[in-house]
């Protein structure tokens, strides 16, 4: 039994099995119906919990299909309508649930609910995004890459933006995929020094860069994510757009990357603030492949986990 935590805390051969199972596992369903099942039915009599503190729509929608698709079961559980909720300890909660479900896949605030909640389940968890990481996201993303440029390896990414949760797996898949990244936004949002410092130690080329033409002058694949997270206090919303403004993924910043960069965002998007629609949904855009990469990244992940 396997959880998947994070990205630097996965071996990277399981991670490369996983991205290559994932596309093995995309390019079998050959084009068939979502609703219909995959030939090999991994899942079968396994029930999986999707635990949801915040909302979702791709993290759920992809979990829910992947799990079916396999020939499992699912319930998706409000942390609100739980008693996690209302006062019950995770530890508790994990134990409990690990007596009804095969696999608990967990979105929530705080890191250490993650963590509580891997080391008193009998079962494995998933990280379905906390406010410092969101590994699910960018397993697809790697896959989604891939699948239109080869391997990632040696590339040059450039985060445009907020040092946030998804820039934050970012920096893990730069070691453990071995790409290199520069990261360009104001210096109140930084990525944490722990996780920069982690990708260099990996030997990685990892560049804070404040100019962001500069900054995405010869990248392959250029990222950005919302400008206030979910975690983020909606007061906090004016004073950070001022900040980010400047960091705005419009055609004239991708014009300063590679002709044939790639363009990145994990959705929800707030167009015309991150991100203009004529980037989201120009040509260097693979924004809808990344979210469907959700489904099929997920699936090879519950199969690592249930070693099935
Ligand atoms: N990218 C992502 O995780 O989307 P949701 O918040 O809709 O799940
Ligand atoms: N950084 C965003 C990602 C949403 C998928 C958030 O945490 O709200």
Not at 196 to 204: H, S
Not at 272 to 296: C, I, K, Q, W, Y
């Amino acid at each position: 039994m396997n959880h998947f935590l994070d990205i630097h805390k996965t071996d990277p051969a399981d991670l490369r099995g996983i991205i290559d199972q994932a596309g093995a596992m995309k390019a079998a369903r050959n084009g068939r119906p979502r609703g219909a099942a995959d030939d090999e039915q991994p899942l079968a009599g396994r029930m999986v919990a999707l635990i949801f503190e915040k909302p979702s729509t791709r993290t759920r929608v992809s979990f829910d299909v992947g799990v079916r698709q396999m020939g499992g079961e699912t319930m998706v559980l409000s942390g609100q309508d739980m008693q996690l909720g209302h006062g019950e300890t995770i530890a508790d909660t994990a134990r409990v649930l690990s007596r009804y479900v095969d696999l608990i896949m967990i979105r929530t605030f705080d890191e250490s609910v993650l963590e509580e909640m891997a080391e008193f389940a009998s079962v494995p968890v998933i990280n379905g995004l906390t406010d410092r990481t969101h590994p699910c996201q960018i397993m697809a993303d790697v896959m989604t890459y891939e699948e239109h440029r080869g391997p990632i390896a040696g590339r040059k990414v450039t985060w445009c933006g907020d040092g946030n949760n998804v820039c934050a797996s970012f920096l893990h898949a730069a070691a453990q995929f071995g790409f290199d990244l520069t990261f360009t936004g104001p210096m109140q949002l930084d990525p944490e020094p722990e996780f920069l410092g982690l990708a260099r130690k990996a030997g990685r080329n990892i560049v804070i860069e404040r100019d962001a033409k500069k900054a995405v002058e010869g990248a392959d694949l250029v990222v950005t994510d919302t400008w206030v997270s979910m975690h983020d206090s909606q007061s906090s919303k004016e004073r950070r757009h001022n900040m980010l403004r400047p960091y705005q993924v419009n055609a004239e910043l991708m014009a300063h990357a590679r002709p044939d960069a790639l363009f990145m965002h994990c959705l929800p998007a707030h167009r015309e603030e991150e991100a203009t629609s004529e980037v989201m949904d120009g040509p260097h855009s693979v924004v809808f492949d990344e979210a469907e990469n959700r489904l099929h990244a997920q699936k090879a992940i519950m199969r690592w986990c249930l070693g099935v």
